[in-house]
């Protein structure tokens, strides 16, 4: 037997048994009622604070009604039903007050593509809580020089101490209403309107205002259990006709700084070439002065040298002058006819044949010594 069998006997058995019927029916009204009471107790006796929130409760009847200064955190909570308790959430997370006119850059939009409907029904939409962020209209600053500027600001901020805030503000969302947008524009017209329409475009100074705004705003809002975490200057705009003023001074600037950088290049590009010229004169000179002491020198190393040339030859020549005066001495002293004779002999020495008289005053024997002393005019005592 399968269950569908098994199933249908058993109805089969209920039908045909009215103690069990009744049985059923009254079990069943018996657990409705259970269901409705417990829904009741838990609808009215228990209050849910879900996960980034906290609550307040405000005791409406009784002898110490009002506000409880006791923070109630995430979780269930016992309250008296019928209106006796209420409580007041607050949410715990970064909360997001912007002023932007432009939608598909809110905060809020930014995760999904907007369809043409949504961008047309901005207007409708402006204003409206979505998703922990409130969006408004850019604030309209007037700059210390008397332009206007749209600016798209983001406010970051949390809430501190819900009990300040619901007996400084109130309950609900009138913490933006009545806390967050009061405060906003006025400062940030105090602290961006310092500024002047050229001021706008440089970003350190935006900080340093829009860090003086988050001051200013935590001056007002910390005494209402509120803090400003951040103020963002996102984006800001002015009318075409100044936009367009701005543009044409900015390029008027930016041609007059590069003038200015191509005249400054000019001139450095002139005292460049003026260096390098002077460096190259005296690269000249020295060259030239290098040349000149190597001429001098060289001058000097010749001179040098031929006088020492000169010098060796007038010793050399004075040697062979005293050689000769010497050679003349001994010439004219005694034994010279000697010498004479010698050298004649050396002269005949190579003599093989010569053929000469023998006879008469002139003639040569080289037997008769005595003879040929006479002839070349040796005496034979040794003198001239």
């Known amino acids: 037997m399968n269950e569908k069998e098994e199933f249908m006997k ?81 949410p715990k997370d970064m909360q997001v007050f912007e002023m932007n006119d432009y939608l598909e850059t809110q905060a809020k939009n930014i995760q999904f593509k907007l369809s043409k409907s949504i961008l047309q029904d901005y207007s409708r939409l402006a204003g409206e809580k979505q998703g922990g962020v409130s969006p408004r209209k850019s604030a309209h600053i007037q700059t210390s020089d008397g332009f206007f500027v749209d600016v798209d600001v983001s406010i970051l901020y949390h809430i501190t101490d819900p009990y300040k805030l619901i007996t400084t503000i109130g309950p609900g969302r009138l913490y933006e209403d009545n806390g967050i947008m009061p405060k906003v524009e006025p400062v940030l017209k105090e602290t961006l309107g310092e500024m002047t329409t050229e001021e706008f475009y440089k970003s350190n100074l935006r900080g340093i205002k829009a860090e003086n705004a988050k001051n200013l705003l935590n001056v007002e809002l910390n005494p209402k259990g509120m803090t400003v975490d ?120 190579g003599i093989n044949v010569l053929i000469l008289p023998t006879g008469g005053k002139t003639g040569f024997n080289p037997l008769n010594l005595n003879r040929n002393l006479d002839l070349f005019g040796i005496s034979s005592g040794g003198s001239y």
């Open 10 to 90: 058993m109805m089969h058995n209920v039908k045909m048994d009215p103690k069990k019927m009744g049985m059923l029916i009254k079990l069943f009204f018996q657990g409705f009622l259970v269901f409705i009471v417990i829904s009741i107790f838990l609808g009215n006796f228990l209050f849910y604070v879900g996960a980034n929130e906290f609550a307040i409760k405000q005791v409406n009847i009784g002898i110490n009604s009002g506000v409880r200064n006791k923070i109630y955190n995430t979780g269930l909570h016992l309250i008296a039903p019928f209106g006796i308790h209420q409580m007041h959430k607050f």
């Open 230 to 349: 951040h103020v963002l200057v996102r984006y800001f705009k002015y009318s075409d006709e100044i936009q367009k003023n701005i543009e044409e001074k900015k390029l008027k600037d930016q041609l007059v700084f590069t003038n200015r950088a191509k005249a400054k290049a000019a001139t450095q590009n002139a005292l460049v070439q003026k260096v390098k010229e002077e460096g190259e004169a005296k690269i000249k000179i020295r060259l030239e002065e290098g040349k000149a002491y190597a001429v001098k020198r060289n001058s000097e190393k010749d001179l040098y040298v031929r006088t020492k040339h000169a010098q060796a030859d007038l010793m050399i020549k004075l040697a062979e002058a005293n050689k000769k005066e010497l050679i003349n001495n001994a010439y004219q002293n005694k034994g010279s006819d000697k010498l004479v004779g010698l050298k004649m002999a050396d002269v005949l020495k």
